[in-house]
Structure formats: C-alpha cells, structure tokens
Nanobody, 125 residues
Framework: QVQLVESGGGSVQAGGSLRLSCVVS????????MAWFRQAPGKEREGVAG????????YYTDSTEGRFTISQDNAKKTVYLQMNSLKPEDTAMYYC??????????????????WGQGTQVTVSS
C-alpha cells in the first residue's frame, strides 16, 4: 500500500519560512512524478511544485518560483518543499502527490493516484 504522510505545516508571519516533508512508503523514484499541491478555501487545487524522477527536472507555478524548492532524499524516502519569503496568499492546505503515469502535466491534479492527508500552512500579515 502506497502512503504519503505530510508534516511541517504551521503558522508563520509573512516573510518567514517553512519546510514541508512528505514521507513516502516506498522509493519516491518509483514514481514518474512527485508534486506538491495546495488548496485554499473556495479555490481549486493548485500545483505548487513538481519533480520528474527520470530527469530530475523541477517545475513551479509562477507565484512560487524563486521562493519554493522541491527536493528529495531517497535514503529517507522523503520529499520536501522548502518555502521561503512566505506571503499571506500562500495560506492553504498543502498536499503531497505521486503518480507513475507518463504523458501528463505535473500540475494536473486529476492525474495523481496517491495523495497525502495534507498539512495546513497559515501565513499572517
């Protein structure tokens, strides 16, 4: 059974940093893509960052590029999302996601088979 367990969320002031962790029950590189999504109340789930295992290429949405970094530590079976210079608009529930399917864009939430339970990030003004 594949399980993803997120942690590291919390409340911070604008300009602060958080590092989210996603512990994967198997080698993260067995998946085609690992990604982080977020969803704020009243909004659709949005891709924040993605990483393709075969290339190591990472992708970010325009609003987070330059501030967020996705990375992996395969020895720890953990995917990270380092979030710097946080803004109030980053407030959301953050989810780790994984899929083995090729041929789809990383930011398409509907393609992902496995999801974590989410961890809340709240950024205050």
């Amino acid at each position: 059974q594949v399980q993803l367990v997120e942690s590291g969320g919390g409340s911070v002031q604008a300009g602060g940093s958080l590092r989210l962790s996603c512990v994967v029950s198997t080698d993260p590189d067995t998946f085609n893509v690992m990604a982080w999504f977020r969803q704020a109340p009243g909004k659709e789930r949005e891709g924040v960052a993605g990483r393709y295992s075969n290339s190591g290429h990472t992708y970010y949405t325009d609003s987070t590029e330059g501030r967020f970094t996705i990375s992996q530590d395969n020895a720890k079976k953990t995917v990270y999302l380092q979030m710097n210079s946080l803004k109030p608009e980053d407030t959301a529930m953050y989810y780790c996601a994984a899929d083995k399917t090729r041929g789809a864009f990383w930011h398409q939430a509907e393609m992902y088979t496995y999801w974590g339970q989410g961890t809340q990030v709240t950024v205050s003004s």
